[in-house]
């Protein structure tokens, strides 16, 4: 009788131990189904996302007051805006206008002979009134354009004064009756003109990023560019009101378009993966 009632306490001990076991297994294997049904549900989401952007309460997710928050006028204009098809992406780059010279800017000018009788202050920096100080041949206005048209208007000014010059050394030394007369042959009175670093053609990342600023726009890049250069999201980043807002003239309507990033990074979508313009500026709000 002792044994048997010795295997019977046994057997409910191990009964008991078993079920305590389960019991703490238990809690661990719901909340593992339940990730995985969370995650397939926000992958879920992601992937019937098409017309436009989902807003983070949509998808589920947390949302708590940011630093940095859109305004009214920008988020009632960004949600009825919608993607822009004549608005140039990642797909349908443009070759973007030659930039207009401004204040600030500098140029190199050098002569294309090196035995040139052309002399010239290498550097220029064009000055507040939108000049540039090119020494004996005086000063000339390049503010708002191109550096080809810059080159040609040197070239003409050196080209006019230099020639002056020459006639009248010809002819002085004709008029003394100096044997060792100048040389009538053509002279090269060609320069080039370049620019080498120009205070506009910027694009700008704001917001919930980690390292905000202005960036130079070489010409190619897009939004995905943009916020990668400005090293990414931060934590606490709404990425999806993301929102671009390019300048517009006097007169012409605010554009402001709104930016699909999940859709641009996970899905490959790029119809949001705008090319990027000079004063762009790309905002990205708090959660």
Excluded at 6 to 32: C, G, Q
Excluded at 96 to 119: K, M, Q, T, Y
Excluded at 134 to 145: D, I, K, N
Excluded at 211 to 219: C, T
Aim: negative net charge.
């Amino acid at each position: 009788m002792l044994g048997t009632e010795n295997r019977h306490d046994a057997s409910t001990a191990h009964d008991l131990t078993n079920k305590d076991e389960s019991m703490k297994k238990e809690p661990f294997t719901v909340r593992a189904v339940g990730i995985a049904v969370a995650t397939t549900s926000l992958v879920m989401t992601l992937l019937w996302t098409q017309a436009g952007c989902r807003t983070a309460a949509s998808m589920g997710l947390p949302v708590s007051a940011g630093s940095h928050t859109l305004m009214s006028d920008a988020a009632e204009i960004r949600e009825s805006v919608g993607h822009q098809g004549n608005v140039a992406t990642e797909l349908s780059k443009l070759t973007l206008p030659p930039h207009r010279v401004e204040a600030g800017d500098v140029l190199v000018i050098e002569p294309n002979d090196f035995d040139s009788p052309v002399r010239l202050s290498s550097d220029q920096t064009v000055q507040q009134d939108g000049t540039i100080e090119l020494g004996s041949y005086g000063r000339m206005q390049v503010a708002g354009m191109t550096a080809e048209e810059i080159q040609r208007q040197v070239q003409g000014v050196v080209a006019h004064h230099e020639t002056q010059k020459r006639q009248t050394r010809i002819a002085l030394a004709s008029h003394r009756g100096d044997s060792d007369e100048e040389s009538l042959d053509p002279i090269d009175y060609g320069v080039t003109v370049r620019l080498v670093n120009k205070e506009s053609g910027l694009f700008y990342v704001m917001g919930e990023v980690n390292a905000p600023g202005s960036y130079p726009l070489v010409g190619h890049e897009t939004v995905l560019d943009a916020i990668i250069a400005a090293g990414g999201l931060s934590d606490r980043s709404n990425d999806h009101k993301i929102i671009l807002t390019r300048p517009q003239l006097p007169g012409q309507p605010r554009l402001i378009l709104p930016i699909c990033y999940q859709q641009i990074l996970q899905l490959g979508d790029v119809a949001t993966n705008y090319q990027l313009m000079p004063g762009d500026r790309i905002y990205v709000p708090s959660m």
